[in-house]
């Protein structure tokens, strides 16, 4: 079969440079934007007078019979048509004879490609903002109901302080809210429309630029016809934004895993998300957790790789920006895919409350109180320190913990200890002391979320 472009050419295309440079295989995911964009290109080419009105309507019925045939799954792309545009054009010519070459006046493929991915992109960036807010949500309903129940904070994974949890699951709301910001603001720059570049230079034809962004739903047009067909820039913040995403997501994941474990035992995940092993009866495994916390690594493989292709490109279009889409479809699949198992994950997981309360009776991370306690009583808060490491020391070698100590002991390293001592050690006042904005006190928690509720809320009606 002859090529779309074939006139200039004696000979057929080597085989394999045309399995090389072609596309179809991967940007077919691309044909519904594909067609968006030609309907609207065409219908400004008949409006504007470029081609008659009768002409347009041919197009237009051909480009409709095209997508029926696509919802209908009808559709068999030719290789050697090599992209999406392509096999999309020679369909339409196929249904409605050689009037269909008519579309492609006054536009190239490469305003074209960036047009589909700006589209694509805009629907799943929007369709991945509502599904971070339903992960939110489930964080905001688990710690509703978690706001008394404490658990061992920590640092380094050592025992530091003990926390509500969910003041600890609550953290990761405000990552997420941060994440989803940033594909909130990057609508901002999908909203310009690159169609009406041409191949680079703008075109010959009287085209209506704002008429096309008007019937695509853009705010914009890109002002300059050579950034307008070379930049790949809003692939890659989208691809940035996901590496942020995944990586908050993997840290949450590791956190659940460890959780998981018999060591822990904080949360059991619902038997419906998690998997057995072959060979040991007893195991049930977090194996979507797992999973989510290393496909982080595939999404930033994307990333890097996008902004490798790019880097060094002279202006304008080169076939190497064809390498843009794979990163991009596959960051979309797993994104999307990631979002949707972690909200019904997150919302069905127990939380051991009992078993947490005992980890934290079984620790020193009362400490930090005894210092604020002799503090409060005059004691320089560095000299404090060096006391109660002194008495952690001691109570490590007696085999107790600091409430087990008796009153003496706490009397023979200071003479600032009384009785109150033991209230303030007490796990629920060392949790509530902490009432400072934004710390982990019951009456903290509940401020944050409430504020988280209004942020869903408002993020709501951007939305709708
Ligand atoms: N399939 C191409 C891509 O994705 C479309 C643009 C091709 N333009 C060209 N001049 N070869 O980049």
């Known amino acids: 079969m002859s090529k779309l472009w074939g006139g200039r050419f004696k000979k057929e295309t080597n085989k394999l440079v045309e399995e090389l440079t072609a596309s179809i295989s991967f940007d077919q995911k691309l044909a519904k934007e594909d067609i968006q964009g ?4 065409v219908q400004m080419l008949g409006e504007s007078g470029i081609i008659s009105t009768e002409d347009m309507e041919k197009i237009i019925a051909g480009l409709n019979k095209v997508s029926e045939k696509l919802e209908k799954d009808e559709l068999e792309y030719n290789v050697s048509n090599e992209d999406i545009h392509m096999n999309i054009e020679a369909f339409l010519i196929e249904e409605i004879g050689p009037v269909g070459g008519k579309l492609h006046t006054g536009r190239s493929r490469n305003d074209q490609v960036a047009t589909d991915m700006h589209l694509y992109l805009k629907n799943h960036t929007q369709n991945i903002i509502e599904m971070i807010e339903s992960v939110q949500a489930a964080i905001v309903s688990q710690s509703e109901d978690h706001i008394y129940t404490l658990i061992p904070g920590y640092t380094h994974l ?8 969910a003041h ?7 990552m997420l809210q941060r994440d989803k910001e940033r594909y909130i603001d990057s609508l901002e720059r999908l909203n310009w429309l690159p169609l009406g570049a041409g191949a680079l230079a703008g075109t010959t034809f009287p085209i209506n630029r704002e ?5 695509l739903g853009f705010d914009n047009i890109y002002p300059n016809s050579m950034d307008a067909v070379s930049n790949r820039d809003f692939i890659v913040e989208f691809l940035s934004a996901s590496s942020m995403l995944m990586m908050h997501i993997s840290r949450l994941s590791e956190e659940l895993v460890i959780w998981s474990s018999e060591e822990f035992k904080f949360v059991e995940l619902d038997d419906s998300f998690c998997t057995g092993s072959s060979i040991m009866p007893q195991k049930k495994n977090p194996d979507v957790p797992e999973l989510l916390r290393a496909k982080t690594g595939r999404v930033n493989g994307s990333l890097v790789g996008l902004l490798t292709v790019l880097k060094g490109l002279p202006l304008a279009y080169n076939k190497d920006m064809q390498e843009d889409k794979e ?3 596959d960051t979309v699949e797993t994104v999307e895919g990631t979002l949707q198992l972690l909200a019904p994950m997150i919302e069905s997981m127990t939380v051991n409350e ?3 309360r005992k980890a934290i009776n079984q620790d020193y991370s009362n400490a930090t109180d005894i210092a604020d306690y002799l503090v409060t009583k ?5 000299e404090a320190h060096e006391i109660i490491g002194k008495i952690v020391l001691n109570a490590i070698d007696q085999g107790k913990y600091l409430l087990e100590l008796n009153l003496e002991d706490y009397q023979s390293f200071s003479p600032l200890f009384d009785d109150d001592i033991y209230e303030v050690l007490a796990h629920e006042q060392v949790v509530g002391a902490r009432n400072s904005q934004g710390g982990t006190a019951p009456e903290q928690v509940q401020q ?12 709501q009606a951007l939305v709708e």
Do not use: N, T
Request: hydrophobic residues 50%.
């Open 448 to 459: 944050q979320i409430k504020l988280a509720k209004e942020k869903l809320d408002k993020c």
């Open 168 to 174: 600890h699951l609550m953290a990761y709301f405000w």
């Open 158 to 165: 050592q025992r530091a302080q003990p926390v509500s949890f």
């Open 354 to 356: 009992e078993v947490m």
């Open 327 to 329: 990163g991009m479809f």
């Open 378 to 382: 005059g004691m320089p808060f560095r």
């Open 211 to 215: 008429r096309v962004a008007e019937l």
């Open 38 to 41: 030609s309907l609207a290109h």
